[in-house]
């Protein structure tokens, strides 16, 4: 079975673009939840979607905002980047929502801001 | 504002040692605390900790819920290379609307 997958794994952006990241869940997971891990922060939550619908959200500015298809991948958006917002963006999947146990990690995507 | 602390924030021991790594945390509606271990990019989990299940067992690694001093312990017995890893500790609220709030980690080496 094939894990959390997420594209592109490395990105190079400047102040004032937008980026978009995609997270492919497992095979049946409905749940997809988007973390941002920083040195100075360690992860944080950003938001889940299950089923198609933003569950929850973590405490972000609306810059970030994402979504979810019907076959359960998503994307996060990103606008206006700042300097700050360089990190690890990490998407994980679970099969239930809130499905804490079976939550699988993808590998993240390395967002540079320059 | 939901808090978890970790400590200490780096060790250093060498293989065959017995290392303790200590979480705190402070939350409202406490449902669960994990543990996931970070070696390059994705965490991995190790274990989930509830007031109905308060103490874990894998292997060498095994895991303390105490209620009373919120906090939770990670033990790993006889150390290997491959333990070296950065452990995150997570709690999640009942009603989950924050979803997970994780601690620094600790970043741990095992040298050989």
């Known amino acids: 079975k094939a894990g959390v997958t997420q594209t592109p794994r490395y990105l190079i952006k400047t102040r004032g673009q937008q980026v978009t990241l995609s997270c492919s869940p497992i095979s049946g997971h409905r749940s997809v939840s988007w973390y941002q891990q920083t040195p100075g922060q360690g992860l944080q939550f950003l938001f889940e979607y299950f089923s198609e619908t933003q569950r929850n959200k973590g405490n972000f500015p609306g810059r970030f905002s994402g979504r979810q298809f019907s076959n359960s991948r998503s994307e996060m958006n990103v606008s206006t980047l700042e300097l700050g917002d360089s990190a690890l963006y990490l998407c994980a999947s679970s099969f239930g929502d809130r499905d804490q146990e079976t939550q699988y990690f993808g590998p993240g995507t390395r967002l540079l801001v320059l | 504002e939901d808090k978890v602390v970790q400590s200490p924030l780096s060790l250093v021991v060498h293989e065959g040692d017995t290392v303790t790594l200590n979480c705190s945390y402070e939350?409202?509606?406490?449902?669960?605390l994990l543990w996931y271990k970070q070696e390059k990019k994705a965490p991995t989990f190790l274990f989930m900790l509830?007031?109905?299940?308060i103490e874990k067992k894998s292997g060498r690694l095994s895991s303390i819920l105490d209620k009373k001093e919120l906090s939770s312990i990670l033990n790993i017995t006889a150390t290997q290379t491959g333990d070296s890893a950065i452990y995150l500790c997570?709690?999640?609220?009942?009603?989950?609307?924050?979803?997970?709030?994780f601690g620094k980690g600790t970043h741990l080496i095992i040298q050989p």
């Open positions: 509830t007031s109905s299940g």
């Open positions: 997570a709690v999640e609220r009942r009603g989950g609307a924050d979803g997970l709030t």
């Open positions: 939350v409202t509606n406490f449902r669960s």
